[in-house]
């Protein structure tokens, strides 16, 4: 008897659809199992094989467990947002909403076809509002916590700032990598900061931060690229020039989280190979780090190059110093004879991507005229500039030992830099050897020791002198998550005088606004930054603005407030509906106005010349986490 396939299947995948067969109940006395692939990108190629391929194991399985007696949610949705959906529009004159919509109805028949037993009532678009709404939700919480290294877990940041108040940091060391902040600060200092510099601060521990990286920044597509989008020079999408760039970015701080995925890796069922290269890849190492002056021709430096070494028991055979083409001190350095090589060696490494610069054999490098000190002996090191130094690991600067290390060997035979032996008979002049049981030799206050035995006391020398610091370094960095396009979820934050301030989960979700043209804004910024009305905020009030008498000045957090506003008085209670009866048309014989934005808030009836709100309260006002909101608001109003 012939299959006939086509008639078969079609009638039976009606029937399912027809009869919601694999509608997921919420209310069950079954046991639940939960199955969930990773949702598709709607591209307008539809399904390639590498999704089935997935797909229908766990639809196996589903079904398995289904069949066993479980309770069996196992939902499909679209990771619809993202650069090549809106490239894709864009190539094709449409906006990536509508082409997202093509082409999920199309992912959604080829997925009906092959016939898997999804839950299409509980179907996902990343996209939609009501999804992101929890991803902007979760944002705000990470933005508002830091990671507490003496709990070993996240906490909200006003126990941090209790603690500032308290004593300081000195319970908290600064986290970041920059030396923009003060390291160390007590109570009083703390005080006596302003909003700026205390926000400053503080955007130095949040788990989701702000901060200026070195980024792949390609002008055509109008965006931030990874390393992996990146191929020799230009961009993967469309072959256009990639070029280095310091934008603002926003980041998760996963680098204090780096102890605990080592110790959860000794607990995890992974095979070795695994954990070995999810060690090599958070890659923590100790050492210390060291500040050298720096001598630019006839002139001193007044920021010192500060270096990471895991071998400071070296110091006495550094023989040249190397840094990343990105270091903030590569053009206040490089002296006037050798600015020319310098630009012309940076315009060669700005076209290369991270990966690349990894991978790369061949060895490249210029001098930039200067020298570094060494802190002990005085000894003046010239300072290079090579793309083997990356600016996001360590400090972006390395102490080289030739006679101890392959590249620095191999660098110094390449540029005729003299190499200064201080392991004796263990290095041949042939080739480096990184031995740690060397006895010191040409090594100062250290000469006799075992080398091993020697790292402890150049770093205690170092605190001592206070030109250096124990330190522990990781080769994983925090992740980047921001890109300058449209087509993603806003970040619910406000910047107002260049400070980040988070917005209410209230307001959630911040929608993506209408616009036709998607160009991208200046100075790197996204197409967003072009829309005025979506930048802009009005502050101070706009009656205060006109004039109006006895209105004092407020702020509005953000414009969106104005739109809910009006929602929320097409839909006032009974309560507020007879309370603004009395208010109305200055019955009182002055103004009120109803759900008014100020500040963050939406207060229900506020009179601005007399400063007075009043709220109807209902009860949920009871329930102790709307006290605490309440109270917060209150003191917010009354300042």
């Given at each position: ?11 039976w995948?009606?029937w399912?659809?027809?009869n ?5 109940s ?11 692939d990773?949702?598709?990108y ?26 066993k007696g479980?309770?069996?949610?196992h ?5 619809a ?12 004159g ?19 076809n ?7 009532d ?29 709990t ?10 209790a603690s500032?108040e ?23 200092d703390?005080?006596s900061f302003?909003?700026a ?10 788990l989701?931060?702000?901060?200026y990286g070195?980024?792949?920044?390609c002008?055509?597509l ?6 992996d ?9 469309g ?18 989280y ?32 060291i500040?050298?002056?720096?001598e ?20 006495f055979?550094v023989?040249?110093?190397?840094i990343?083409?990105?270091h903030?001190?590569v ?25 690349e610069?990894?991978a790369?054999k ?6 930039t ?7 002990f ?5 010239p ?10 690991y ?16 191999k ?9 200064t032996?201080?392991?004796?008979s263990?290095?041949?002049?042939k080739e ?8 010191l030799?040409?090594s ?14 150049v ?31 806003p ?8 400070i980040?301030?988070?917005?209410d ?24 930054s072009?829309l ?9 009030s ?23 506003a ?12 007879k309370m ?12 009120f106005?109803?759900q ?13 010349q ?19 909101y309440?109270?917060m ?7």
């Amino acid at each position: 008897m012939e299959y006939r396939f086509r008639d078969i299947e079609k009638k039976w995948q009606e029937w399912w659809k027809e009869n919601k067969v694999y509608k997921v109940s919420n209310d069950s006395s079954k046991p639940k199992y939960y199955v969930l692939d990773m949702f598709p990108y709607p591209s307008g190629a539809g399904l390639h094989v590498g999704h089935p391929l997935g797909y229908i194991a766990s639809d196996i399985y589903a079904r398995f467990k289904r069949l066993k007696g479980y309770n069996v949610l196992h939902p499909m949705g679209y990771d619809a947002f993202g650069l090549p959906a809106e490239q894709y529009a864009i190539d094709h004159g449409i906006h990536p909403a509508i082409s997202t919509e093509q082409n999920i109805l199309n992912f959604r028949k080829q997925l009906d076809n092959i016939g898997f037993c999804y839950d299409w009532d509980r179907e996902v678009r990343t996209s939609d509002p009501k999804y992101y709404k929890w991803t902007q939700w979760i944002f705000l919480q990470l933005f508002d916590s830091f990671y507490n290294r003496k709990t070993n877990k996240a906490e909200r940041i006003s126990v941090l700032i209790a603690s500032f108040e308290k004593e300081g940091n000195v319970a908290h060391p600064n986290p970041a990598t920059s030396n923009q902040q003060p390291a160390i600060f007590s109570s009083a200092d703390w005080k006596s900061f302003d909003e700026a510099k205390k926000q400053n601060i503080l955007m130095d521990y949040r788990l989701a931060y702000c901060g200026y990286g070195e980024v792949n920044w390609c002008e055509a597509l109008g965006t931030v690229l990874a390393n992996d989008e990146v191929v020799n020079g230009v961009s993967e999408r469309g072959g256009f020039p990639v070029v280095k760039k310091k934008l603002r970015q926003w980041y998760l701080r996963i680098t204090e989280y780096a102890d605990r995925l080592l110790e959860g890796l000794e607990r995890v069922e992974f095979s070795e190979s695994m954990k070995e290269m999810q060690t090599n890849w958070i890659g923590k190492s100790s050492g210390a780090e060291i500040d050298f002056e720096i001598e630019s021709g006839k002139s001193k430096i007044e920021k010192k190059l500060r270096v990471y070494t895991t071998r400071p028991d070296t110091i006495f055979g550094v023989d040249f110093m190397v840094i990343a083409p990105e270091h903030e001190l590569v053009r206040q350095i490089t002296t006037d004879e050798h600015s020319s090589e310098v630009e012309k060696y940076l315009e060669y490494v700005n076209s290369r991507s991270e990966r690349e610069r990894m991978a790369e054999k061949k060895i490249t490098g210029v001098f930039t005229g200067a020298y570094a000190i060494n802190p002990f002996n005085k000894r003046e090191i010239p300072v290079w500039i090579s793309e083997y130094v990356l600016a996001g690991y360590g400090t972006g600067a390395i102490m080289a030992v030739p006679c101890g290390d392959d590249r620095d060997f191999k660098f110094a035979k390449h540029f005729n830099v003299p190499i200064t032996n201080i392991i004796g008979s263990h290095y041949n002049g042939k080739e480096a050897n990184a031995t740690k049981d060397a006895i010191l030799e040409n090594s100062d206050f250290i000469n006799g020791m075992v080398m091993k035995d020697a790292i402890d006391v150049v770093i205690d020398r170092l605190g001592k002198d206070g030109i250096g610091v124990r330190k522990v370094n990781y080769k994983m960095r925090d992740a980047a998550f921001s890109r300058q396009r449209y087509w993603g979820e806003p970040f619910p934050i406000i910047w107002k005088d260049g400070i980040a301030y988070p917005l209410d989960e209230y307001e959630l979700p911040v929608e993506l606004p209408q616009m036709d043209e998607l160009k991208p804004g200046p100075d790197g910024e996204g197409p967003l930054s072009n829309l005025t009305e979506w930048v802009l905020i009005p502050n101070p009030s706009p009656q205060a603005e006109k004039g109006a008498a006895r209105v004092p000045k407020y702020g509005v957090h953000t414009p969106m407030q104005y739109e809910l506003a009006k929602e929320m008085r097409k839909g006032h209670t009974e309560a507020e509906g007879k309370m603004w009866e009395l208010l109305r048309n200055d019955k009182l014989g002055v103004k009120f106005r109803r759900q008014h934005p100020i500040e963050a808030y939406i207060v229900d009836f506020i009179c601005l010349q007399e400063k007075l709100v009043v709220e109807v309260d209902g009860g949920y006002h009871q329930n102790e986490e709307q006290k605490s909101y309440d109270e917060m608001r209150t003191k917010t109003l009354n300042a």
